[in-house]
């Protein structure tokens, strides 16, 4: 899953930097690397592949340069379970990484890479929606305006209370704002207005929940061969064009076409 696409160690001592520095600048993203002692310049690159996601580590001696001894990821847009168009708004961002999902996805990064040898190639398009997860609720947190107000105790039970069941009964086609309602004693208004300050409707976030289930299944290489429309029954979806009208309205993407990416 994993290999060296450039080694210091096979060169002549006097060529290693510069031809470092001219493998980076031909890379997907270009970079520049300059030290004060070239003469004991060492550098390794190494390339993963997971499924359509791209992983590069790069380790090297003291330099300077953009990414030292880091992990880079590359990956479709297609593949971000996030709305068309909110990416383009972190360009240019810094990310914290030494807290929340930050330090779980750079810790996922370096298991990834140093693990190499536990892993089998089937394992791929798993891990690869794993680290697309990852990138998104980085990504997403990114994007909050703010840290909403804590709410007292009884409503933050009641909300979990209410999301638990969400997620038990997705399958269920029937599940919609009115029987979650129903099922906690309390008016769909006051369910409602438990959604308001995740500024996400009942029925968007049921509908989120069922996508990302069915998003997960599609990426699934064991599942390669259940029909789309069959998965997209699974998670409440009895109609195979409704699901793929909001698959696509999600992620900007035919479900069909998504299977293929995370497969590829």
Same mark, same amino acid.
């Given at each position: 899953?994993?290999?060296?696409?450039?080694?210091?160690?096979?060169?002549? &001592?006097?060529?290693?930097?510069?031809? #470092?520095?001219?493998?980076? !600048?031909?890379?997907?993203?270009?970079?520049?690397?300059?030290?004060?002692? /070239?003469?004991?310049?060492?550098?390794?690159?190494?390339?993963?592949? =997971?499924?359509?996601?791209? $992983?590069?580590?790069?380790?090297?001696? %003291?330099?300077? $340069? !953009?990414?030292?001894?880091?992990?880079? $990821?590359?990956? /479709?847009?297609?593949?971000?379970?996030?709305?068309?168009?909110?990416?383009?708004?972190?360009?240019?961002?810094?990310? %914290?990484?030494?807290?929340?999902?930050?330090?779980?996805?750079?810790? #996922?990064?370096?298991?990834?890479?140093?693990?190499?040898?536990?892993?089998?190639?089937?394992?791929?398009? !798993?891990?690869?929606? $794993?680290?697309?997860?990852?990138?998104? &609720?980085?990504?997403?947190?990114?994007?909050?305006?703010?840290? &909403?107000?804590?709410?007292?105790?009884?409503?933050?039970?009641?909300?979990?209370?209410?999301?638990?069941?969400?997620?038990?009964?997705?399958?269920?086609?029937?599940?919609?704002?009115?029987?979650?309602?129903?099922?906690?004693?309390?008016?769909?208004?006051?369910?409602?207005?438990?959604?308001?300050?995740?500024?996400?409707?009942?029925? @968007? #976030?049921?509908?989120?929940?069922?996508?990302?289930?069915?998003?997960?299944?599609?990426?699934? /290489?064991?599942?390669?061969?259940?029909?789309?429309?069959?998965?997209?029954?699974?998670?409440? #979806?009895?109609? @195979?064009?409704?699901?793929?009208? &909001?698959?696509?309205?999600?992620?900007? =993407?035919? /479900?069909?076409?998504?299977? !293929?990416?995370?497969?590829?």
């Amino acid at each position: 899953m994993i290999r060296t696409v450039f080694h210091s160690e096979d060169l002549p &001592a006097a060529e290693r930097l510069a031809r #470092f520095d001219d493998f980076l !600048r031909h890379c997907d993203h270009p970079m520049a690397v300059t030290s004060s002692a /070239p003469e004991l310049f060492r550098a390794t690159a190494r390339a993963l592949e =997971i499924g359509p996601v791209s $992983v590069a580590e790069l380790t090297l001696s %003291p330099s300077v $340069v !953009r990414r030292v001894g880091d992990v880079c $990821v590359r990956l /479709p847009q297609a593949l971000l379970p996030l709305p068309r168009g909110r990416t383009e708004a972190l360009l240019g961002r810094r990310f %914290p990484c030494r807290d929340g999902v930050g330090v779980l996805l750079t810790r #996922f990064l370096a298991r990834l890479t140093r693990d190499t040898g536990t892993f089998q190639p089937y394992d791929g398009p !798993r891990l690869g929606t $794993v680290l697309c997860d990852l990138v998104a &609720a980085l990504f997403t947190r990114a994007l909050e305006a703010g840290p &909403a107000p804590a709410p007292d105790p009884h409503r933050r039970a009641l909300v979990s209370r209410v999301v638990a069941f969400v997620q038990r009964h997705l399958s269920e086609p029937e599940l919609t704002p009115t029987a979650v309602a129903a099922a906690h004693g309390i008016s769909l208004s006051h369910l409602h207005r438990l959604f308001q300050d995740g500024g996400e409707t009942v029925a @968007a #976030f049921i509908r989120r929940q069922r996508l990302e289930r069915a998003r997960f299944d599609l990426a699934d /290489p064991a599942q390669g061969d259940t029909p789309v429309h069959a998965i997209a029954a699974r998670w409440g #979806f009895p109609r @195979a064009t409704d699901f793929a009208r &909001a698959f696509r309205a999600a992620y900007g =993407i035919p /479900p069909t076409d998504y299977r !293929r990416y995370a497969g590829s």
